[in-house]
């Protein structure tokens, strides 16, 4: 072999020695951004968890002042004065939590239940507006607290995909004190994934009625796609990789990947009457996944409410007459149906 063939050889080697450890360097760090973005998504025992955020923590107190009104502020007070702890667990052995609210000094309607689930980083007492109406509609209200949430046990969000199961747990301990009980399941944001993947399991008891959902998310992996471009606005060269490694990590930790949680398939499963409301200004959930989740159901009847003007989960604070009307007007549908 010649001396510039063996220097030939010798540069290609190296080029490939290099190239792997460039790879290889390029790897681990979208692992440990990957990581990151776990750990402040889903771990709430991590230091990197977004509520140990103080600009996470300032936004959500922004959030709740702009629905704070006489009816919330009302509907709190009555939430803290009646509320009834219960307890079940969860399929893999969680303690879960929920608040029970009963119709008394309303007008009681037998047999009539809804649940109604909070979204990420909340707790029962945000959706108190909404159970106040529900119970004046004669309802039973269970404010179930998700999975690593307010009392509920667990060190991994759910984002609505393992929430699912915990949801089918709270409808089968109704189905189970009431088997003529007619459910009624409502979300907000991620509660309104979880509702929306519970409705599309194949084992959702015929008690249930009626879904509504309000600023849920087309599925996992889209809102996490969304949330690195347009909010932490990542180019697309890191942002999939990182979210990839992301899923992988999920999968590992918290026993889901990010690609499992896709409302809109389940939606397509989904028979009962169902109403999707979501903002026009929300900049949390792109208003344009309501029309990929509507145009999946297939099922006896849909409504859809878009709010001019209000944001994430507002549209109850921001026209209350219509969102109501709306909501009254699917549970009769699904009632009518039964």
């Given at each position: 072999?010649s001396?510039?063939?063996?220097?030939?050889?010798?540069?290609?080697?190296?080029?490939?020695?290099?190239?792997?450890?460039?790879?290889?360097?390029?790897?681990?760090?979208?692992?440990?951004?990957?990581?990151?973005?776990?750990?402040?998504?889903?771990?709430?025992?991590?230091?990197?968890?977004?509520?140990?955020?103080?600009?996470?923590?300032?936004?959500?107190?922004?959030q709740l002042k702009?629905?704070?009104?006489?009816?919330?502020?009302?509907?709190?007070?009555?939430?803290?004065?009646?509320?009834?702890?219960?307890t079940?667990?969860?399929?893999?052995?969680?303690?879960?939590?929920a608040?029970?609210?009963?119709?008394?000094?309303?007008?009681?309607?037998?047999?009539?239940?809804?649940?109604?689930?909070?979204?990420?980083?909340?707790?029962?007492?945000?959706?108190a507006?909404?159970?106040?109406?529900?119970?004046?509609?004669?309802?039973t209200?269970?404010?179930?607290?998700?999975?690593?949430?307010?009392?509920?046990?667990?060190?991994?969000?759910?984002?609505?995909?393992?929430?699912?199961?915990?949801?089918?747990?709270?409808?089968?301990?109704?189905?189970?004190?009431?088997?003529?009980?007619?459910?009624?399941?409502h979300?907000?944001?991620?509660?309104?994934?979880?509702?929306?993947?519970?409705?599309?399991?194949p084992?959702?008891?015929?008690?249930?009625?009626?879904?509504?959902?309000?600023?849920?998310?087309?599925?996992?992996?889209?809102?996490?796609?969304?949330?690195?471009?347009?909010?932490?606005?990542?180019?697309?060269?890191?942002?999939?990789?990182?979210?990839?490694?992301?899923?992988?990590?999920?999968?590992?930790?918290?026993?889901?990947?990010?690609?499992?949680?896709?409302?809109?398939?389940?939606?397509?499963?989904?028979?009962?009457?169902?109403?999707?409301?979501?903002?026009?200004?929300d900049?949390?959930?792109?208003?344009?996944?309501?029309?990929?989740?509507?145009?999946?159901y297939?099922?006896?009847?849909?409504?859809?409410?878009?709010?001019?003007?209000?944001?994430?989960?507002?549209?109850?604070a921001?026209?209350?007459?219509?969102?109501?009307?709306?909501?009254?007007?699917?549970?009769?549908?699904?009632?009518r149906?039964?």
């Amino acid at each position: 072999m010649s001396a510039t063939e063996k220097t030939h050889r010798s540069a290609i080697k190296h080029i490939g020695i290099g190239a792997a450890v460039t790879s290889a360097a390029i790897g681990a760090g979208m692992f440990a951004l990957g990581d990151a973005a776990f750990r402040t998504a889903c771990d709430v025992r991590s230091p990197l968890f977004i509520k140990s955020n103080k600009r996470a923590i300032e936004e959500i107190g922004e959030q709740l002042k702009q629905q704070d009104n006489d009816e919330q502020r009302d509907a709190v007070q009555w939430f803290q004065a009646t509320r009834q702890s219960l307890t079940t667990y969860s399929e893999d052995g969680l303690r879960l939590h929920a608040w029970v609210l009963d119709p008394d000094r309303f007008d009681p309607k037998p047999h009539l239940y809804a649940i109604c689930c909070h979204g990420f980083c909340g707790e029962p007492q945000e959706m108190a507006r909404y159970a106040l109406r529900y119970a004046r509609m004669g309802c039973t209200v269970l404010l179930p607290a998700l999975r690593a949430h307010e009392r509920s046990q667990g060190r991994y969000v759910g984002m609505g995909y393992l929430d699912r199961r915990d949801v089918m747990r709270w409808i089968n301990l109704v189905v189970r004190g009431d088997p003529d009980a007619q459910i009624i399941l409502h979300g907000n944001s991620m509660g309104a994934a979880a509702v929306m993947l519970a409705a599309g399991e194949p084992d959702l008891p015929a008690q249930v009625k009626a879904v509504i959902e309000d600023s849920g998310f087309s599925g996992i992996s889209n809102e996490m796609r969304y949330v690195t471009k347009s909010m932490l606005r990542l180019p697309r060269i890191v942002g999939l990789p990182m979210l990839g490694a992301m899923s992988v990590i999920c999968r590992m930790h918290a026993g889901f990947g990010l690609t499992d949680g896709d409302c809109v398939r389940a939606t397509s499963r989904i028979h009962v009457p169902m109403l999707c409301v979501h903002g026009t200004a929300d900049q949390l959930v792109p208003h344009e996944f309501m029309d990929r989740i509507v145009s999946a159901y297939h099922g006896r009847h849909c409504l859809t409410l878009s709010v001019t003007g209000a944001g994430h989960t507002l549209s109850s604070a921001k026209d209350p007459d219509t969102y109501w009307r709306m909501v009254q007007s699917i549970v009769e549908e699904g009632l009518r149906i039964a």
